[in-house]
Nanobody, 124 residues
């Protein structure tokens, strides 16, 4: 079993930055990937970014490339999503999720473990 706890959301003005964190516990992560998804009211949950745990290789959704950066700290079992140049359309609840492999990471169906979500609000 894997437990994921997120923190770091909040309110920021357009153009600002936030970093959200996701602490994982329950098992080792050498074969995992960690993903970030977001969901705003009336919309489906969408892929934002992912990182393959053992290699650190990142994957990004096109709309966040160049603005968001995903990273992880092996020693702390923590993943981070650094969000820069935030836009009002980035407003959503952001979720971290753990996948048991490193394929099809853009699909939420491949993530059996989810955090509780953290609200990110970007004002114009």
């Amino acid at each position: 079993q894997v437990q994921l706890v997120e923190s770091g959301g909040g309110l920021v003005q357009a153009g600002g930055s936030l970093r959200v964190s996701c602490v994982a516990s329950g098992r080792t992560f050498s074969g995992f990937a960690m993903g970030w998804f977001r969901q705003s009211p009336g919309k489906e949950r969408e892929f934002v970014a992912a990182i393959i745990w053992h290699s650190g290789s990142p994957l990004y959704e096109d709309s966040v490339k160049g603005r968001f950066a995903v990273s992880r700290d092996n020693a702390e079992n923590t993943a981070y999503l650094q969000m820069n140049s935030l836009k009002p359309e980035d407003t959503a609840v952001y979720y971290c999720a753990a996948a048991l492999g490193a394929s099809a990471l853009r699909s939420a169906r491949n993530y059996p473990y989810w955090g509780q979500g953290t609200q990110v609000t970007v004002s114009s």
